[in-house]
C-alpha cells in the first residue's frame, strides 16, 4: 500500500550518498522512518476497511463502526480530562502553548493564519488572535455552514465586533466577515480537537467539518493542533477514510511531532 520498500529506501539512499555526501544521509533515514510509520498506520485502516468492503455475502463492514464506536470512546475520555482541569491550570497552559506556537518557523513567518475561537475548556486562543491582530497579521476564522456541517472562513479585524455566536456555539465571523478571502491564499492553518496521537492523528467532535475542509489544503501549507499534554493518547487514533493528519502537535510542553533540527526551518 506504501509503494516504497525497504530495498527502495537502500537505493535512495545509496543516491543521495553520492550525489550528496553522508551529511544528508543521517537526516534522509530520519525522515523516511517518520513518514513510513505514519504512511503503515492510515494504510492498515485503508487495508482493513476495502477488504470488509471487498466480502461478498458477508455482513456490513464492522471496520468503520468499530473505528467510530472507538474514537466515541476516546472522545468521551479525554473531553472529561480536558473538563476536569482547573480554569487557572487552563489559562497558563494555554499561554505556554501559544509561545510555543508562536516560536514555530512555519507560524513566525505566517501573514495569513486560520485560527480558531476556544469554546468550552479547548486551548484558549482569544488573547492569541487578539495579540496577532495588534501585530498585523491576517487573522481567518472559520464558521460552520449548516445543516451540511461545512467549514467556511472570514477573515476578521476585531474579535469584539467582528464575530457572533453560531449554531454550534462557536464565536464565528459575521455574515458581513464571512468568505471574503480564499483558502488558497492562507499560510498556516491552527486546528482544535478532543484526541491526538504522537503522529499527527486527530478526533475532533465527530462531525467531520474540519477533515473536510482540510483534506482540499493538506499537504500545501502546515496544519497544527492545539492540545493539552493530557489529550495526546498513547498509540495511534483509530483512523477512517476521511481523516486527516496534523503536520505538528503544539502542547504546553511543546511540538509533539519530532523533526530533524537541520529541517526544521522548512515547515513541512
Do not use: W
Not at 529506501?9 to 555526501?21: D, E, M, P, Y
Amino acid at each position: 500500500m506504501t509503494g516504497i520498500g525497504f530495498s527502495e529506501i537502500l537505493l535512495i539512499a545509496a543516491l543521495i550518498l553520492l550525489f550528496f555526501g553522508s551529511k544528508e544521509l543521517p537526516r534522509f533515514l530520519r525522515e523516511a522512518g517518520t513518514l513510513l510509520a505514519k504512511v503503515r498506520h492510515y494504510s492498515d485502516g485503508l487495508r482493513r476497511e476495502l477488504d470488509d468492503l471487498s466480502r461478498p455475502g458477508q455482513p456490513a463492514p464492522t471496520a468503520i463502526n468499530d473505528a467510530s464506536e472507538r474514537k466515541q470512546e476516546l472522545r468521551k475520555k479525554h473531553l472529561a480530562l480536558r473538563a476536569a482541569m482547573p480554569e487557572a491550570e487552563r489559562r497558563e497552559k494555554s499561554e505556554s502553548i501559544a509561545g510555543h506556537l508562536r516560536a514555530l518557523p512555519e507560524f513566525t513567518n505566517a501573514r495569513a493564519i486560520m485560527l480558531y475561537v476556544n469554546i468550552g475548556a479547548e486551548v484558549r486562543t482569544r488573547c492569541l488572535i487578539t495579540a496577532l491582530l495588534a501585530e498585523g497579521r491576517r487573522m481567518i476564522l472559520p464558521y460552520v455552514k449548516m445543516p451540511a456541517y461545512e467549514l467556511g472562513i472570514g477573515a476578521v479585524d476585531n474579535v469584539d465586533v467582528d464575530l457572533q455566536a453560531g449554531e454550534l456555539g462557536c464565536l464565528e465571523p459575521m455574515p458581513s466577515r464571512r468568505d471574503n478571502f480564499f483558502k488558497s491564499d492562507l499560510s498556516v492553518i491552527i486546528c482544535p480537537g478532543v484526541v491526538f496521537d504522537k503522529n499527527g492523528g486527530r478526533i475532533g467532535r465527530g462531525k467531520y467539518y474540519y477533515d473536510r475542509f482540510l483534506s482540499e489544503i493538506k499537504g500545501r501549507i502546515p496544519i497544527i493542533g492545539l492540545a493539552f499534554a493530557n489529550q495526546i493518547m498513547e498509540g495511534t487514533v483509530p483512523f477512517e477514510y476521511h481523516d486527516v493528519a496534523m503536520d505538528q502537535i503544539i502542547t504546553e510542553n511543546g511540538p509533539v511531532i519530532a523533526r530533524p533540527a537541520a529541517n526544521a526551518g522548512t515547515g513541512r
